[in-house]
């Protein structure tokens, strides 16, 4: 099951930073940012809009929730970290016509064709790089379990003879 809390500090900060050098017209866009950490999710990072009940919740309207799992993104170069969190916030559009926020395609976890087109390889590695990160947090997991099951099993044969 999913675990939330506060994003740790220097994340927020490089989050803040990344979106002034790569987004920023979403700071002026009077958008509200909420950073938590997972401790558990399919992606490295996650980008919703707050529903109705959220924004009534902590009295703020139109709220973006960035999370991050940070377990799989403190594996990551400081280069991906970035490329991470461009491809993220490059997700976050205004639609004029309905004259709304809107997130579009996977938030973080697909490249844009602008995204592409300015960083080529490394935003494609990126991406990757983050998935593999996720995928060994869950083989190592799986080590952890099976080494305890084992443990305690010994416990028991010993115990019985």
Not at 80 to 85: I, Q
Not at 135 to 158: G, N, T
């Amino acid at each position: 099951m999913n675990k939330f809390f506060d994003m740790s500090e220097d994340i927020q900060e490089l989050c803040s930073q990344v979106m002034g050098e790569e987004t920023p017209g979403l700071m002026t866009m009077g958008l509200n940012f909420k950073y938590l950490g997972t401790t558990k999710q399919n992606t490295v990072i996650k980008v919703s809009k707050g529903n109705p009940i959220t924004e009534f919740m902590i009295n703020e309207t139109q709220t973006i929730i960035i999370c991050i799992y940070e377990a799989a993104f403190d594996r990551l170069t400081d280069e991906y970290k970035r490329l991470v969190l461009a491809s993220a916030f490059a997700s976050i559009e205004f639609d004029a016509e309905k004259d709304k926020i809107t997130i579009s395609g996977n938030n973080g976890t697909s490249l844009s064709e602008a995204m592409y087109l300015k960083y080529k390889e490394p935003a494609v590695l990126s991406i990757f790089n983050g998935y593999a990160a996720i995928r060994q947090i869950q083989e190592e997991e799986k080590e952890a379990k099976a080494l305890a099951a084992a443990e305690r099993e010994e416990k028991r044969k010993l115990k019985n003879a």
